[in-house]
């Protein structure tokens, strides 16, 4: 697979010279600019190099720690699966990482309280067990 680092240079350049001006909370999932990665990272799509992610915690204005979201789940210990929309996707918990908040660029919904909870509680048995 190709993947294009000299666009997505000129891209996170631009990203660079933005202001976040909206608000972020936890639960939240927002397209997010996640660009091209190396290796099995979590790459974004299409032209603007964009992923669903969910905002899992929000430090301050600027950091916040997210998920990113597929929609080709994999039923391993590192995914967590569940509908949206009439189908299966899955948070990729292995691929926890933290962002600039200038990456986010729409909200989409705010997920429901209990299944938030047990993506966490899936994140936390990965980081304490391994699994």
Known sequence: MHKDFDHWNDEK??????????FVHMREVWWCTL???LGREQD??????????????KFNQ????VVPLTSQPKHTPYHFVFPYNGMQVAAVISQLRLVSTKRLKRRMFRMPEPLFEQIRVAIQRM????T
């Open 13 to 22: 350049k631009n990203i660079e010279h933005t202001a976040f001006i909206d």
């Open 35 to 37: 660009g091209v990665n």
């Open 44 to 57: 974004g799509n299409d032209e603007f190099f964009e992923r669903p992610v969910l905002v899992v915690r």
């Open 62 to 65: 600027d950091m916040v720690l």
């Open 127 to 130: 980081i304490v067990s391994g």
